[in-house]
């Protein structure tokens, strides 16, 4: 399906919605709201621009009538983005274009740059679904977005400036990293997480660097905000507890879940393939959590195919690997790292004992300390910054340059 024939479906779907939601509103301003054009910071100025086409056009009161009145508000929206915002330095690069830091009437965002010329109909369809997703989300652990544009030339997303940057770039140098401080940014991405699946919306690529910080010491103060929802997609849960599967194969090899490389080893032998559910989230926050308290992910490789082993293999990682974590950490992981979806830890996450004493001023929080008032979780992680540089140099090898994520057509 062509970019065309997606939008014109697209545009459709929300004349319809906005026809049934219709009523002392007219159909068109329903059907934008259901575009979500009119919720950014840019309501009001794009609610007279849609005023002053009604006054001349007249009220679309037909598909074909909005489809005309979409399209020219398209050029007159792409008009609004250049005039109310200003683009300045570049916060980081990928394939497909750039973020940079922009303003807006005193206000800074961080502007997605997505160029039509590096995306064909698949990353196209990838970035469309992206910002629907998003823009339903609305949590202080999730990273908003706040608008979207379609330019002539690139697609724009405005979301939230975490000055803090990437998780992964501000855990790897912490002096006196604790377990304390883990269990801190656990419970925020846990929280999100489940959000998101209660909401019924599977993330599919959960790792540190797509975890950002309001903050340049996330582990003492401010948010971290979980972000980049290009391999999001819905899913439905029933009375029975039986999920949607998934087919397509996505993600970060250290992060990949068991029955996703099950999958993906299968497929490659020309042979049928299960699929997965929203379960793989849970494993990759397992990985995640083990990250922050150890400093590497629990099953790690440079080489692809011997981390796919390690994840369908490797026994859980040994005392020496676990040394000076709590019993409740490790029994968090053992619940999140389980090779068995259907016995994994899922929405329950955010009760667990160590994700819910890591909220301040818990009362789990407060039954752990000590006489003196010590808290025990706070004694610094041994050997973690060492490992946690060295985990990154491997990510930074030229070798893995290609490796932080891959995107393969659903298998059959």
């Not at 779907?13 to 575009?35: R, Y």
């Not at 009001?44 to 086409?53: G, I, P, R, T």
């Not at 990437?166 to 377990?179: P, R, Y």
């Not at 992060?255 to 080893?265: D, F, Q, R, S, T």
């Amino acid at each position: 399906m062509s970019m065309h024939e997606r939008r014109v479906e697209r545009v459709l779907t929300a004349w319809e919605d906005g026809l049934d939601a219709s009523s002392s509103m007219g159909p068109h301003i329903a059907a934008w709201k259901q575009i979500g054009w009119l919720g950014g910071p840019d309501s009001a100025a794009f609610s007279q621009l849609v005023e002053a086409d009604v006054a001349e056009a007249g009220i679309p009161v037909t598909f074909t009538a909005f489809i005309n009145h979409y399209n020219r508000m398209l050029v007159k929206r792409a008009a609004l983005f250049e005039t109310s915002y200003q683009l300045g330095d570049t916060l980081g690069e990928g394939g497909f274009g750039k973020v940079v830091k922009g303003t807006r009437g005193g206000e800074m965002y961080a502007i997605k740059l997505a160029h039509k010329s590096n995306l064909n109909e698949r990353a196209m369809k990838n970035i469309e679904g992206e910002i629907r997703l998003w823009m339903r989300v609305s949590h202080d652990g999730v990273c908003r977005i706040f608008d979207a544009f379609e330019l002539s030339d690139k697609i724009v997303m405005v979301t939230e400036l975490c000055p803090g940057g990437c998780l992964l770039d501000q855990i790897t140098d912490v002096d006196g990293f604790s377990e304390a401080d883990a269990q801190h940014i656990s419970r925020q991405v846990s929280e999100a997480v489940v959000h998101l699946h209660r909401m019924g919306i599977a993330h599919r690529d959960i790792k540190p660097e797509n975890v950002l910080c309001t903050d340049k010491q996330p582990h003492k103060q401010g948010h971290i905000k979980l972000c980049d929802f290009g391999f999001a997609a819905e899913f439905v849960e029933d009375e029975s507890h039986s999920a949607s599967v998934f087919t397509q194969l996505i993600g970060t090899p250290e992060y990949l879940a068991p029955e996703m490389v099950g999958a993906l080893l299968k497929r490659r032998e020309g042979k049928e393939a299960q699929g997965y559910t929203f379960k793989v989230d849970y494993w990759a926050l397992g990985c995640l959590v083990y990250e922050l308290i150890v400093g590497e992910p629990p099953y790690f490789a440079e080489d692809d195919e011997e981390q796919y082993k390690l994840t369908m293999e490797a026994p859980f990682p040994s005392p020496e690997k676990l040394e000076g974590m709590s019993e409740d950490a490790i029994s968090l992981l053992k619940a999140l790292l389980e090779r068995e979806p259907a016995t994994r830890l899922g929405m329950d996450t955010a009760e667990h004992e160590w994700i819910a004493a890591g909220c301040p001023g818990s009362p789990l929080q407060k039954n752990r300390l000590l006489a003196d008032g010590a808290d025990p979780l706070e004694a610094q992680l041994p050997n973690r910054k060492l490992t946690a540089q060295q985990t990154l140099q491997v990510r930074l090898r030229p070798t893995n340059n290609l490796r932080p994520a891959y995107d393969q057509p659903p298998c059959h």
